[in-house]
């Protein structure tokens, strides 16, 4: 699924008719992914940061999250809608659930993820909650960690450890999970937990 881009301060953003059905692609392709939801802010953080800027130029899929990037895409002739990560992540989740996909939450607070998985497995049944965990571990535990998330054998793993950590994060990630879909999400867990 080679969808087209727009740039953005000179970052690409994917053109998509259906965000939702993109992201469910690439789980459902099961080669692994690095899913991003742009917004203004991490768009400026990337002119400073080379390190993000060559990882959202890598991403598998960039997704105009927020007002500005899908203005400034407007404003190059290009017309998407916005898709805030939010709503992406559960519109995936509501198709992904009746074909038993395996999702890890990794980040937040202790106990905010756990719940939010709680929650999920009665909100989208279907759904395999393999495992959740907060998002604060010094580098000591960082490979137990990897290896927690190994063993539960995700398909997808969100990772709300905000940005640009959680982005770092996942490029290691993926060296060790190489099928498995990675979704940053920022600070939705907080969100999710009401
Ligand atoms: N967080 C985390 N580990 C850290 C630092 C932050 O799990 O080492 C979590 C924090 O608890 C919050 C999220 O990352 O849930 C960041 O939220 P924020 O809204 O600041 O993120 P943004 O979407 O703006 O990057």
Redesign the pocket.
């Known amino acids: 699924t080679a969808l087209p881009t727009a740039p953005i301060l000179d970052l690409p953003v994917h053109l998509s008719a259906d965000y939702t059905r993109s992201l469910v692609e690439l789980v459902e392709a099961a080669q692994g992914g690095h899913v991003i939801t742009l917004n203004a802010?991490m768009a400026m953080l990337a002119q400073r940061e080379e390190n993000l800027a060559r990882l959202i130029r890598r991403a598998d899929l960039v997704v105009p999250d927020g007002a500005g990037v899908v203005w400034a895409l407007q404003r190059v002739g290009r017309r998407v809608r916005r898709c805030a990560g939010i709503d992406l992540v559960e519109s995936a989740l509501r198709q992904l659930a009746p074909r038993h996909t395996r999702i890890f939450l990794l980040?937040?607070?202790p106990g905010v993820a756990e719940a939010v998985g709680e929650g999920w497995r009665r909100q989208y049944p279907g759904l395999v909650v393999a495992g959740a965990r907060?998002?604060?571990f010094g580098p000591d535990e960082a490979s137990a960690v990897l290896e927690g998330i190994a063993r539960s054998r995700p398909q997808l793993v969100l990772a709300?450890?905000?940005?640009p950590?959680q982005e770092y994060w996942i490029e290691q990630a993926r060296r060790r999970l190489t099928d498995v879909v990675f979704v940053g999400v920022?600070?939705s867990?907080?969100i999710w937990s009401g």
Do not use: I, M, S
């Open positions: 802010e980040g937040a607070a907060d998002g604060f709300g450890l905000g940005v950590k920022g600070g867990f907080d």
